[in-house]
T-cell receptor, first 114, second 113 residues
Framework: AQTVTQSQPEMSVQEAETVTLSCTYDTSESNYYLFWYKQPPSRQMILVIRQEAYKQQNATENRFSVNFQKAAKSFSLKISDSQLGDTAMYFCAFMPNTGNQFYFGTGTSLTVIP | DAGVTQSPTHLIKTRGQQVTLRCSPKSGHDTVSWYQQALGQGPQFIFQYYEEEERQRGNFPDRFSGHQFPNYSSELNVNALLLGDSALYLC????????????FGSGTRLTVV
C-alpha cells in the first residue's frame, strides 16, 4: 500500500520570503513519480512540480524546487520569493509507475502574508 | 482553452437519492479518472475509464459507478446517497499510459442532506 503524509496542516509565510512544505511517503515500488499540486479556492488542482524517482537531480520550476530524498522517502517543496497568489492548499501526491492513480496527502494550507 | 469541464458545479441531494455527475476531458485526452475529496482531506481515487471501460478502481462500494462515452466524456453515478458521500468530486483527464500530464477540473460540490 502507498501512503503519503503531510504533517503540516497549516503554514504561513511573509511575502517575498521562503517557505518549505514537508511530505513523506511509504511505498514498496521502485519506480514512481512524485508531485506537488496547488488547489486554490477555485478548487482546480494545478500541477506545481513533478519528480521522477529514478532521477537523482531535484526538480525545479522557477520559484519552486523540491528536495527529494529517496532513501528517506521524503519529498519537500520549497517556495522562494513567496507571492500572494501562492496562497492555497498544497497537496503532495505519489503515483507508481505501474499504476494509474494518484495517492494524495491531506494537504497543507499555505497563507502568504502581505 | 479546452480544459476539463465538470457539471454541475454544485448540487444538493437528499439521502437515498441517486446523482449523476458529468465530465468533459481536455481536448486530445482519452482517459478520465474520478476522485472524491472530502472536506479537509486529499482526493481519493474512485476509478479510471479508458476506451469506455473501467480500467482501474479504488476502494469504493458498488454504489459508485461510471461510464465513458465514445467522445471520451464521462459520468459518475452514485446510488443510495449517504450523508458521507458529501464531498467535492474531481475529474481528471489524461492520455492513456501517461504517468503525468493529468488535467483536473474544478469539481462538483455534492451536499447530501
Amino acid at each position: 500500500a502507498q501512503t503519503v503524509t503531510q504533517s503540516q496542516p497549516e503554514m504561513s509565510v511573509q511575502e517575498a520570503e521562503t517557505v518549505t512544505l514537508s511530505c513523506t511517503y511509504d511505498t514498496s515500488e521502485s519506480n514512481y513519480y512524485l508531485f506537488w499540486y496547488k488547489q486554490p479556492p477555485s478548487r482546480q488542482m494545478i500541477l506545481v512540480i513533478r519528480q521522477e524517482a529514478y532521477k537523482q537531480q531535484n526538480a525545479t520550476e522557477n520559484r519552486f524546487s523540491v528536495n527529494f530524498q529517496k532513501a528517506a522517502k521524503s519529498f519537500s517543496l520549497k517556495i522562494s520569493d513567496s507571492q500572494l497568489g501562492d496562497t492555497a492548499m498544497y497537496f503532495c501526491a505519489f503515483m507508481p509507475n505501474t499504476g494509474n492513480q494518484f495517492y494524495f496527502g491531506t494537504g497543507t494550507s499555505l497563507t502568504v502574508i502581505p | 482553452d479546452a480544459g476539463v469541464t465538470q457539471s454541475p458545479t454544485h448540487l444538493i441531494k437528499t439521502r437515498g437519492q441517486q446523482v449523476t455527475l458529468r465530465c468533459s476531458p481536455k481536448s486530445g485526452h482519452d482517459t478520465v479518472s474520478w476522485y472524491q475529496q472530502a472536506l479537509g482531506q486529499g482526493p481519493q481515487f474512485i476509478f479510471q475509464y479508458y476506451e469506455e471501460e473501467e480500467r482501474q478502481r479504488g476502494n469504493f462500494p458498488d454504489r459508485f459507478s461510471g461510464h465513458q462515452f465514445p467522445n471520451y466524456s464521462s459520468e459518475l453515478n452514485v446510488n443510495a446517497l449517504l450523508l458521507g458521500d458529501s464531498a467535492l468530486y474531481l475529474c481528471a483527464s489524461s492520455l492513456v499510459f501517461s504517468n503525468y500530464g493529468y488535467t483536473f477540473g474544478s469539481g462538483t460540490r455534492l451536499t447530501v442532506v
